[in-house]
């Protein structure tokens, strides 16, 4: 058994989460550490709340509260949704509540200033004459400098790549939509060039998506940019001794992720802090993100903890996935384009939302949410087809076997046949869920591939029931259906744990399956076991679907 650490981005509460956001790294992420557990890895899953993003700030000026009280309200609707999710996080940490944060930012910004590795420097910044304030971040938008798509201040979300602001094409006010001025502005950077060897040789050992790898070696190749890592601004952890300046909260994290690690090695009593996660060879540390932010948590923290601690083990996998849509168009509050979490949580059966996102995430590629095509899959995939063999079988264990599972008796070259395709879906399954790769649309489909097969091979061998003499091979025949149950019960658990349990009972197992291990050889089911209610509904909730015909109100 190994530590492992999964980590997601902190959300930002600038409002609640969304569909599209559910499908990124908080799903992917429970899915992995459930998977995990299953192979007996002590695992965590730490996430938190990006308490001091100019994003906050910026909702709150627009509903007339303030950025604390903001952030308050909207990290309280986030978790709720996350709990409606059934994404269990082991530790959300809140920087305004987290013992250790504010000290540990500021102890890391102190040291490296002091070695010189942040420098100070007076630059010709953007400014908006009209609202008299810097911009940067949330309060500007215009045109990637590198691929000229729209984007915010700092970050693109097209190509993932950062920009200093002042290098937008078109720069305007995000608040009154005045064209940016410039104006001469002190900040401190971190030059990130002279870890350029050590990020190279992580590029070469770690574990990563193709879009990071692939980002994080052209940046390289470019040439590592300088980042500015305060800014004058009225929200945020300020910098001790500068007046009206504040650390980018981007900076801010990367030490806030090693703060919220002691937090949680103190609340599971584990001797030697953060160093015991983030040193130690025997913990997996695995992150992941979004691809717009693949430049920060792949480069720039790597870079920070670089400067900082040569002995910090950076993450062993960074896995993003892409932009997910609805109806084709990027979620969008403004436009009341967007279906929130927790609207459709409210109304669907949690597995069938989960093993939707996974069925159809963003992985490699920006993939698009239809409530008419979730109807459709859900109806044709679970209802129909994984819900429809069950009751068969299960009609024909109670009607031929009083409910009791048979044991194998003679087999056909048939049974053999299937018998190997359970054992290799077991095998792709795992893959599926490995870091090295992850993927929950493979798995979904493996997911489903199981009910066909089992179905297919019920339809094939339910002959035998006819023929008196061969009740040895029909008994075969519904041990091993029986099998294929209990083996996608444990195979889903990670996508679909509401689901996998009642099946897992079901099937008359008593061990819980939150501590049953990931099935390396196949299990059947004990001949003598009592099968009982198979015949369930084993997704409720699903017929008020359609009262999500349409997106649902943004919030205000």
Known sequence: MKKVLVLAPPPTPNGDLHVGHLSGPYLRADIY??????????????????EHQSYVALKGRQIGLGPQETADRFAAEIEQTLSAAHIQIDLIARPS????????????????????????????????????????????RGFCPHCDEPSGGNSCEACGRPNDCRDLRRPVCNICGTRANFQNVMRSYLPLSPYEKQLQEYLETAT???????????????????????????????VPGS???????????????????????????????????????????????????????????????????????????????EFYRLDGLKFSTSRNHAIWGSELLRDQNVDLVRFYLSYTGPETEQTSFTLAE?????????????????????SAVSNEYSGIAPSPGVWTET????????????????????AKEFSTQRVARLLLDLAREARFFSHSEGHWKRVSDRRLTRNTAIALELLAA???????????????ARLWQDLG?????????????????????????????????YEDVKSLSRPVAAHT
């Open 486 to 500: 209990k083996t996608l019960a444990l195979l889903s658990a990670p996508i679909m744990p509401g689901f996998a």
């Open 208 to 238: 990563m998506s193709s879009n990071v790898r692939s980002l994080c070696e052209q940046m390289i190749k470019d040439g590592l940019p300088e980042v500015a890592v305060t800014h004058p601004a009225n929200w945020g952890l300020s």
């Open 243 to 321: 007046s009206g300046q504040k650390i980018y909260v981007w900076f801010e994290m990367a030490a806030g992720l090693l703060a919220a690690t002691q937090a949680l090695s103190e609340a599971i009593d584990e001797p030697g802090g953060w160093e015991r996660f983030w040193k130690s060879t025997d913990v997996e540390i695995v992150k992941f993100l979004g691809f717009d932010n693949t430049f920060f948590y792949s480069l720039f923290f790597s870079a920070i903890f670089q400067a900082w601690d040569r002995e910090i083990r950076l993450p062993q996998a960074l896995l993003a996935n």
């Open 509 to 541: 197992q008593t061990k819980s399956l939150q501590i049953q291990s990931w099935p390396h050889d196949l299990e059947w089911v004990r001949p003598g076991t009592l099968i009982s209610n198979l015949n369930r509904n084993y997704f409720d909730k």
């Open 33 to 50: 550490a459930r998977y995990s557990r299953m192979l007996g890895n002590e695992t965590y899953y730490l996430c938190g709340i990006d």
């Open 374 to 394: 979730y109807e459709q899959a859900v109806r044709r995939e679970l209802l129909d087809g994984v819900q429809g063999w069950l009751h068969q079988l299960g």
């Open 97 to 140: 509540r987290l013992p250790h944060h504010r000290a540990l930012v500021e102890k890391l910004f102190h040291q490296l200033h002091r070695e010189g590795r942040i420098v100070e420097r007076e630059e010709s910044c953007l400014f908006c004459n009209t609202c008299q304030m810097y911009l940067f971040e949330a309060y500007v």
């Open 415 to 434: 049974m053999h046949s299937f018998y190997g395709r359970l054992n290799d879906i077991v095998r792709k399954t795992g893959v599926g869920y490995s």
